[in-house]
T-cell receptor
Framework: DAGVTQSPTHLIKTRGQQVTLRCSPK?????VSWYQQALGQGPQFIFQ???????QRGNFPDRFSGHQFPNYSSELNVNALLLGDSALYLC?????????????FGDGTRLSIL | LAKTTQPISMDSYEGQEVNITCSHN???????ITWYQQFPSQGPRFIIQ???TKVTNEVASLFIPADRKSSTLSLPRVSLSDTAVYYC????????????FGSGTRLLVRP
């Protein structure tokens, strides 16, 4: 039973570029959440997708957008990259019931902005 | 402003019990409290989840007081492999509903 898988594992971009990160949820899960984790800090909630719609959003600008596909997989898009966007981007999946279902995390995509 | 606060670090020895507390003053009424363990270069791993009183599983216990404004993760008889960062996660009501991780507690287990 595959857990949450994310791709790519590492990525290097330059300021101003755009990036797309991908996530496949754990089998049987229908909800995907994205988090940004800066070095030495806790994950920060970006947004959550269920039934192909954004259901909840944290304090992130519109440069951060996402998508969920009919097979429940998801993409995170970040436009106009800034140096401060360098971080580990984590995807988590769960059954849809807010925070009352444990989230299963992938090992993340390490994004470095030069 | 909703905050979720944990001690920055803790030291322990093998075989001891470790208790890590998280303060979450704005927890949403119907939300559970979840704890995760994270090793370097890996995603967080689920440890335990609870709503109130006490929950126990094969690896940990979780104590939640009646006001639910804090929670304590208890790790019985820690081993060297328990050296990791531990996070609490709660849903809070600020200007809107948000999921918030604690700042994390770095646990070092010594031989």
């Amino acid at each position: 039973d595959a857990g949450v898988t994310q791709s790519p594992t590492h990525l290097i971009k330059t300021r101003g570029q755009q990036v797309t990160l991908r996530c496949s949820p754990k089998s049987g899960h229908d909800t995907v959440s994205w988090y940004q984790q800066a070095l030495g800090q806790g994950p920060q909630f970006i947004f959550q997708y269920y039934e192909e719609e954004e259901r909840q959003r944290g304090n992130f600008p519109d440069r951060f957008s996402g998508h969920q596909f009919p097979n429940y997989s998801s993409e995170l898009n970040v436009n106009a990259l800034l140096l401060g966007d360098s971080a580990l981007y984590l995807c988590a999946s769960s059954h849809y019931q807010g925070n009352n279902q444990p989230q299963h995390f992938g090992d993340g995509t390490r994004l470095s902005i030069l | 402003l909703a905050k979720t606060t944990q001690p920055i670090s803790m030291d322990s020895y093998e075989g001891q019990e470790v208790n890590i507390t998280c303060s979450h003053n704005n927890i949403a009424t119907n939300d559970y409290i979840t704890w995760y363990q994270q090793f370097p270069s890996q995603g967080p791993r689920f440890i335990i989840q609870g709503y109130k009183t006490k929950v126990t599983n094969e690896v940990a216990s979780l104590f939640i007081p009646a006001d639910r404004k804090s929670s304590t993760l208890s790790l019985p008889r820690v081993s060297l492999s328990d050296t990791a960062v531990y996070y609490c996660l709660v849903g809070v009501m600020d200007s809107s509903y948000k999921l918030i991780f604690g700042s994390g507690t770095r646990l070092l287990v010594r031989p």
